[in-house]
């Protein structure tokens, strides 16, 4: 099982933009569907984005869609999130993650589904 690494967290205001990054170093999941969830303190765990492995297609929680882009790139064994028009509400700890399951079901399933997980990056909006 190959470890997820995210980078690319920080402290932004409002209207700002994040990029975060995961890698896949072992390349265990190229065949996988992957994806990003956030934890805010005192908050349960949520969905945020998901891309599949087939056909790379996106799909995003509802809070998020508009602003924020997945993509994956297979060359460098990379998934990504550009986060644009960051607000308050989207601070948190952002975790990467994979899992054979085709993501248009995520949202609806339990986080607790999701088989691989990063350590996560931490994200902050603040004025």
């Known amino acids: 099982q190959a470890q997820l690494v995210e980078s690319g967290g920080g402290l932004v205001t409002p209207g700002d933009s994040l990029l975060l990054s995961c890698t896949d170093p072992?390349?265990?999941?190229?065949?996988?569907?992957m994806g990003w969830f956030r934890q805010a303190p005192g908050k349960e765990r949520e969905f945020v984005a998901a891309i599949s492995s087939i056909g790379a297609v996106p799909v995003y929680a509802d809070s998020v869609k508009g602003r924020f882009t997945i993509s994956r790139e297979d060359a460098s064994n990379t998934v990504t999130l550009q986060m644009n028009n960051l607000k308050p509400e989207d601070t948190g700890i952002y975790y990467c993650?994979?899992?054979?399951?085709?993501?248009?079901?995520?949202?609806?399933?339990?986080?607790?589904?999701?088989?691989?997980w990063g350590l996560g990056t931490q994200v902050t909006i603040s004025l």
């Open positions: 993650t994979a899992d054979p399951t085709v993501p248009w079901n995520w949202a609806q399933n339990p986080w607790q589904n999701i088989y691989a």
């Open positions: 072992g390349r265990a999941f190229s065949r996988w569907s």
